[in-house]
């Protein structure tokens, strides 16, 4: 069996975690490194309301390269690394290929079903869970 890093990809509130976490325990030997999870991820601010920063969220990639890191040079490695990182663009990826590659790693690329798009929430249909993803995404990144 091949052992492969899989880039979870998808804008920010499409799903990512949440399409791994239900299908990933269907898979064995693989873990899901998540960016979400980072600890210092949400900083609180004076009117105690969570917000990124550019500044978390790259060391939240830091902290997601040093977990796979762990995971592809242990002894036993993990066959299937599912990766989600908060900023999710090529440019980010970098590190993560080489380590991939240095290690005998296939790389490929998975986008959550759009089915898994659409949470239980505020939201009544597709039109409005789109909305609120494009003024997440405008808001945290306006260029």
């Known amino acids: 069996m091949s052992r492969e890093l899989i880039f979870v990809i998808g804008t920010p509130y499409s799903g990512r975690s949440t399409w791994v ?7 064995t030997n693989s ?6 999870i980072y600890s210092n991820l949400y900083l609180k601010n ?10 978390t969220i790259e060391e ?6 040093e977990e796979v890191k762990s995971y592809l040079t242990r002894e036993n490695p993990i066959d299937n690394i599912y990766l989600s990182l908060i900023s999710c663009r090529p440019d980010r990826w ?3 290929i080489q380590l991939a590659i240095d290690n005998g790693y296939g790389i490929s690329f ?3 079903k759009n ?3 659409f949470y239980y929430s505020k939201h009544n249909n597709s039109m409005e869970q789109y909305k609120f993803i494009e003024s ?3 808001h945290r990144y306006p260029l």
């Open 115 to 117: 089915k898994l798009l």
């Open 60 to 65: 939240s990639r830091l902290w997601c390269l």
């Open 110 to 112: 998975k986008t959550p």
């Open 31 to 36: 873990t899901h490194v998540d960016a979400n």
């Open 136 to 138: 997440k995404i405008i």
């Open 46 to 55: 004076d009117d105690k309301t969570s917000k990124l920063s550019e500044d």
């Open 21 to 27: 976490n239900k299908y990933i325990f269907e898979i």
């Open 94 to 96: 970098r590190e993560f």
